[in-house]
T-cell receptor, first 114, second 111 residues
Framework: DVKVTQSSRYLVKRTGEKVFLECVQDMDHENMFWYRQDPGLGLRLIYFSYDVKMKEKGDIPEGYSVSREKKERFSLILESASTNQTSMYLC?????????????FGEGSRLTVL | GEDVEQSLFLSVREGDSSVINCTYTDSSSTYLYWYKQEPGAGLQLLTYIFSNMDMKQDQRLTVLLNKKDKHLSLRIADTQTGDSAIYFCAVSSGGYQKVTFGTGTKLQVIP
């Protein structure tokens, strides 16, 4: 069964802490994405990566960075967490090429910043 | 950038049809999707339509695409309580198939 695994389902951090959210996929997908989900705002793209060591800014990259050292792993980093980064974070992956572009999602990481 | 809009809430009675609507702005969108999110879970692809199609039917699901008005709809026939979820409209565009999502419509099915 294909899978996108996010390492932490729930995290509570303090303002100013550095936060790492990890995502691993087992489908050999080239593309990986980080979204945040907020009520009434839907999903907003933070960063995406189409290859190892490559990254592109999404619609709301401020306050975030990413790392993709291996094809299967895509990490989201909050250098100094703030309360407005309290949210649900969703990782997704998709295959490159001429397919449908279907995204496969992890179950999400709910981050609370106090 | 792309903007995708949908209403936030829809309530229907079990057995009725549900219609969830979506509008988007980018006329160069290639694929348009409907994703479903059940409570406590990530999103799963429900169905999709390619931009050169007007309609797609898949069992109880019917997707209609009006490219002129940039309007996408999802009809669920004979809605069941198990259909209660948040439904996201999404469109892809660009070389890396960047996908933009709408706000999500929470469907409540009343027994």
């Amino acid at each position: 069964d294909v899978k996108v695994t996010q390492s932490s389902r729930y995290l509570v951090k303090r303002t100013g802490e550095k936060v790492f959210l990890e995502c691993v996929q087992d489908m050999d997908h080239e593309n990986m994405f980080w979204y945040r989900q907020d009520p009434g705002l839907g999903l907003r793209l933070i960063y995406f990566s189409y290859d190892v060591k490559m990254k592109e800014k999404g619609d709301i990259p401020e306050g975030y960075s990413v790392s993709r050292e291996k094809k299967e792993r895509f990490s989201l980093i909050l250098e100094s967490a703030s309360t407005n980064q309290t949210s649900m974070y969703l990782c997704a992956s998709s295959a490159a090429g001429a397919g449908t572009g279907e995204l496969f999602f992890g179950e999400g990481s709910r981050l609370t910043v106090l | 950038g792309e903007d995708v809009e949908q209403s936030l809430f829809l309530s229907v009675r079990e057995g009725d049809s549900s219609v969830i609507n979506c509008t988007y702005t980018d006329s160069s969108s290639t694929y348009l999707y409907w994703y479903k999110q059940e409570p406590g879970a990530g999103l799963q692809l429900l169905t999709y339509i390619f931009s050169n199609m007007d309609m797609k039917q898949d069992q109880r699901l019917t997707v209609l695409l009006n490219k002129k008005d940039k309007h996408l709809s999802l009809r669920i026939a004979d809605t069941q309580t198990g259909d209660s979820a948040i439904y996201f409209c999404a469109v892809s565009s660009g070389g890396y198939q960047k996908v933009t999502f709408g706000t999500g419509t929470k469907l409540q099915v009343i027994p």
